[in-house]
Structures are given as structure tokens and as C-alpha cells.
């Protein structure tokens, strides 16, 4: 006798071609919590570095590793997690990453000193690592093809905006109480998106005749891992040498990596998407467009402040304009893909996106605000027209076995581009953005 089919959007089932209505709901607004707290704890904490370090009695040199253990344990286990995910089910990846970042979020909150900060922010960080590598496998999952657009849509939006709100929602939060806040606030929407995602995230059946390849998710650690901490440590200051030794040994290691992949039936990075011609396009276009974005989002501050003596409450309302315009256009850029070719539209939403950064590097020496304001917006827009149709050519190009893999790429592309899009040369010798005298 057979066994009665699991119901729609159970976790038993297989979402062939996604969750019926009205689960679909439940289960993208379980993606949608997810992917916000990940990355807004990316950049929520840079504001309450300073209080921290005081209260924390120590060095701001020595703080910078709340954020940075944080940063640097995703780079290195987003893909390891991604390949895991096509083993062993998306499903069961994502609710593992929402159940660790909940309770390490508790255990930042509860931390008294910089290591037991430092620890907590790195399991904290693999969490958010898990829900980042399978989040857009999922949402491949939970929406008809037909209608994958609007998810791409969605889930471009929360990550720009999460990514761009962070330092406005740690102000408020730091306003009006103390930093364990800043980690605390992330309970109770953990706790809501694991409730959520335990009724509504729907099922896939893994390729569970794989094993995990362990010498990969090492080689692919360090790799990634000596990258950030080359960067990062240009970025900082550290010793010349250290860094180019990091960066040397990430090449190094980088090519053992890449040769061990290319003799694999399943590899840990999908070097057999990238030779699918469109997905290798959309993947380097991910990385230039968020390392475009991350030049413009850290060295435009300091040129309001620094060279045109303006207040942060000044600088935060001028850069507004960026993340209202990506929060208009990425889910309209999402309907789009529905009567226009995904190519099309990202090929204008990168030309809008030159525009307005062009546009940014051409401004006067004394510019006006209104002038500032609408080349952040065109910036803004083109960058949300972009990611949408970007984002779905990536993950549709992917057969759907290896959505996992195509999800790992395309944040890994996110997070590389904005590693090496950091001011990583001394400030301010090298910039984008016109010189202009310093107020008296």
C-alpha cells in the first residue's frame, strides 16, 4: 500500500515548480528574516565600535575583529555550506544557520569581554554563512518558474537594503539603549523566522549519494580566508609584507584548489557552471557591480565630511536616496523579467548604475545637495534594476540539482566584490570622487 503524498509545502515534499499560495507566503518571509539579520549584522556593529572598545576595555585596533571574525568566517564557509546544502537538502542547511545565529546572537548579547565577544561573533557569523549560501536555492524552490522573477526581486532588495540600512538601524538602536541591543533585537525575529521556516520552507531531496568533500571546504577556507585577511590588513595598516605574503599564499593555495575542483564529479566550487558562458558573465558583472557599489558607499561619507565639512546626520540624509531608489526598483526590476529579457534589463540597470557613479565623479568641487541626492538615486536605481535580472539569470542558468552551488557562487561574487571593493590603498591618496578644499 502506497503512503498518501506529503501536503503542499510540507518539509516532505519536493517543490517541483513552488509552494502553493497561501504558504509561499510564510516560506519567503521566513527567507526574507533570515537574510536581513545576516546581513545587516554585517555592518550594524562598525557604528558601536568605539562604545564597545570603551566599555570592553580595550584598543580599537583590537576591536575591529568584532566585525571582522564575523566577515572572515562567512568568506570562508559560504560555499563549503552551499555544497552541503545540495547534499543534504537546502532546507534542513537553512534552519540549522537560522537556530545557531539565534543563539549566538544570545551569546553576544550576554558577552562580558573581547574573546568571548570575538567567539560568539564567529559562530554567530557560520549561521549567517548558512542562511546566505542556500537562500536563493530556497527561494528557486518556493516560486513557480514563471514567477521566480518576483522572488529575485524580493530577495535583491532585502540584502541591499539590509546592507545599506545598517549603520541608520544601529544609531537608532544605540540611541535609546545599549549595545547588547544591537544583538539582543535579533532574537525574537530569529526565533519568528525558525517558527515560520520549520511550517513553510518546502523540502528537496538532496543528492545524498554524494559525500562531502573535506579537503575542498579546507582548501576552500583558506583560500578565501588569506584573501580577506590580505585585504583587510592593507585596509588596516598592518605590515606590507604580511599582507602580500597572505595574498601570495591565497594564489598559491588558490590553484591547488581550483585543480582539485576541476577532476571532481561534484565540485565544492562549481567551476562546471562557470562554463556555462552566461552564468560566468553574471558572476563577474555580481562581483564589478558590488565592488562598484561598496567604493561608492564608503568613500562618498568621507568625502561629505571630510572635504565639504558636513554632519553625519547631513551625510546619513544624502545617502538615503541609494537605498530608497534599490528599494523602488529591485522588486519592479522582479516583474519585469516576466515579459523582458533578463539580459535587457540588467544591461540597462548596469548602464544607469555607470551613469549615476559617473554622474558622482563628476561633481564640482562645492556641489549642491539636490545635485548629490539624484546621482545617489540614479546610482541606486541602476543598481537594484541590475541585481534582480542578474540574480535570476545566475540561478536559472544552474540545473536545478546545483541550485545550491549557484546560490554559494552568487553570495561568494557579493562578498568578494565588496572585500575588494573596501579602501583598502591609504586614504585619502587614492579616490573616485573630485578633490575639494577642506572648510575653514
Known sequence: MHSAPPPPGSPGELA???????????????????????????????????????????????????????????????????????????RKVYLAGLLLFTVMSIGCALSDSLVGLTLSRLLQGLGA???????????????????????????????????????????????????????????????????????????????????FDKVSALLNALTFGLFFIGLNGLAHHQPLWLSLLALAATLLIGLFFVRRQLSRPFPLLPVDLLRIPVFALSIATSIASFCAQMLAMVSVPFYLQRHMG?????????????????????????????????????AIGLAVFAVGLFGLAALPAQPSYLAICLCMFISGAGFGLFQSPNNHTIISAAPRHRSGGASGMLGTARLVGQTTGRPWWPWPSISFLPAAPMPA
Not at 544605540?174 to 525558525?194: E, H, R, T
Open 129 to 211: 554563512a548558512a542562511l546566505m549560501s542556500v537562500n536563493t536555492a530556497l527561494v528557486r524552490l518556493i516560486y513557480p518558474k514563471h514567477r521566480l522573477g518576483r522572488g529575485m526581486g524580493l530577495n535583491a532588495l532585502v540584502v541591499s537594503v539590509a546592507a545599506a540600512a545598517g549603520p541608520t538601524v544601529a544609531a537608532g538602536i544605540l540611541a535609546v539603549a545599549s549595545w547588547q541591543w544591537l544583538f539582543a533585537i535579533n532574537v525574537p525575529l530569529g526565533l519568528l523566522a525558525i517558527v515560520l521556516g520549520l511550517k513553510y520552507l518546502p523540502g528537496n531531496c538532496g543528492a545524498e549519494n554524494h559525500r
Open 16 to 90: 517541483v515548480d513552488g509552494v502553493p499560495m497561501p504558504a509561499r507566503i510564510g516560506a519567503i518571509a521566513t527567507i526574507a528574516f533570515g537574510i536581513m539579520l545576516a546581513v545587516l549584522d554585517a555592518s550594524i556593529v562598525n557604528v558601536a565600535l568605539p562604545t564597545l572598545a570603551g566599555e570592553l576595555q580595550v584598543s580599537a585596533a583590537a576591536s575591529i575583529w568584532i566585525v571582522t571574525a564575523y566577515q572572515l568566517i562567512i568568506t570562508m564557509t559560504l560555499l563549503p555550506l552551499a555544497s552541503l546544502g545540495d547534499i543534504i537538502g537546502y
Open 310 to 346: 558636513l554632519s553625519e546626520i547631513d551625510t546619513g540624509l544624502l545617502l538615503t536616496p541609494w537605498p530608497i531608489a534599490t528599494l523602488l526598483l529591485a522588486p519592479i526590476a522582479g516583474r519585469l523579467i516576466e515579459r523582458f529579457h533578463a539580459g535587457l534589463l540588467g
